[in-house]
Nanobody, 129 residues
């Protein structure tokens, strides 16, 4: 059984930092890209970042570039999303998701929530201004 278990999140002040983690079991970790999405109230899922854990190549949405970083720890099967300089508009439920890169995912598809194969349970991040 594949499981993505998220931790972290909660309340933060604008300008502050938070770190989210996503620990994955049941897959061959290095075969996957791990993607972070977020969903603000009343809005669609928004792509935030993804990392190819085999080589640590990472990509970020324009809205978070320079503020968020993504990293992986293959020994712990965990991906981290470090969020710095938080803004009120970062308030959302954050989801990690996994996509098997042995499948022909396009760069576009890796940024689409519905294209993922597995999802974490979601974690709320609330940034107060």
């Amino acid at each position: 059984e594949v499981q993505l278990v998220q931790s972290g999140g909660g309340l933060a002040q604008a300008g502050g930092s938070q770190i989210l983690s996503c620990t994955i079991s049941g897959i061959t970790f290095d075969d996957y890209a791990v993607t972070w999405f977020r969903q603000a109230p009343g809005k669609a899922h928004e792509w935030v970042s993804y990392i190819d854990v085999s080589n640590n190549r990472a990509f970020f949405a324009d809205s978070v570039v320079g503020r968020f970083t993504i990293s992986s720890n293959s020994a712990k099967f965990t991906v981290f999303l470090q969020m710095n300089k938080l803004k009120a508009e970062d308030t959302a439920v954050y989801y990690c998701a996994a996509m098997d890169l042995r499948q022909p995912y396009s760069d576009y598809a890796l940024r689409v929530y519905e294209e993922a194969e597995y999802w974490g349970q979601g974690t709320q991040v609330t940034v107060s201004s």
